[in-house]
């Protein structure tokens, strides 16, 4: 069960908006619209951002987005604030009853 | 608000077995019906370790499963990680997660640091 694949790093201007992608496969992203994303900054636990593919929790700012299309899930953020720097994981459930993590990408707010 | 706090020997001999434990409070543990452990080596990504039931049984990623075990304990609202037959290859910080439904984690303990080291 391989990791899904996300880009090592992206990066953008205050006020812009970025993408990350997620790859998966047939035996998680594709099958299952259950991805969700994962905001870590160092040394800390990881942070829920978005479940269900699209679905933001309480207090997760609008800014955050997700979206899937086929065998690649995607988390944009729009209006790029220096806050939104860190890593960003996405994560599947997968056959077998399983998680599956993304390989993470590291954000940069040039 | 419920609240996550990991706990067990920063430092476990190879061969060894690695023991955690994870409180929860300002809350049950019944408020959810599952609860994952979940590790991030050093520099590198998250890896799903296992998770516990509470009706009934766990369930652990497939390349750990010979090694895993875990447990809860309802009466004193934690739950634990055994890691049998460790290596450097181990060593980690470990989350305790739980598990919203379906299929995500929505409260992270801060996460301990174990080593594997003679």
């Known amino acids: 069960q391989s990791a899904l694949t996300q880009p090592a790093s992206v990066s953008g201007s205050p006020g812009q908006s970025i993408t990350i992608s997620c790859t998966g496969t047939?035996?998680?992203?594709?099958?299952?619209?259950?991805v969700s994303w994962y905001q870590q900054h160092p040394g800390k636990a990881p942070k829920l951002m978005i479940f269900e593919g699209s679905k933001r929790p309480s207090g997760v700012s609008d800014r955050f987005s997700g979206s899937k299309s086929g065998n690649t899930a995607s988390l944009t953020i729009s209006g790029l604030q220096a806050e939104d720097e860190g890593d960003y994981y996405c994560?599947?459930?997968?056959?077998?009853?399983?998680?599956?993590f993304g390989t993470g990408t590291k954000v940069t707010v040039l | 608000q419920v609240q996550l706090q990991e706990s067990g020997p920063g430092l476990v001999q190879p061969s060894g077995t690695l023991s955690l434990t994870c409180a929860v409070s300002?809350?049950?543990?019944?408020?959810?019906?599952?609860w994952s452990w979940i590790r991030q080596s050093p520099g590198k990504g998250l890896e799903w370790i296992g998770e516990i039931y509470l009706p009934g049984s766990p369930k652990y990623h497939p390349s750990l499963k010979s090694r895993v075990t875990i447990s809860v304990d309802k009466s004193k609202n934690q739950f634990s990680l055994k890691l049998s037959s460790v290596t450097a290859a181990d060593t980690a910080v470990y989350y305790c997660a739980r598990n919203g439904e379906p299929c995500y984690f929505d409260c992270w303990g801060q996460g301990t640091l174990v080593t594997v080291s003679s």
């Open positions: 047939s035996s998680d992203v594709v099958n299952y619209n259950l």
């Open positions: 300002g809350g049950s543990i019944s408020s959810s019906n599952w």
């Open positions: 994560c599947s459930y997968a056959d077998s009853t399983t998680y599956v």
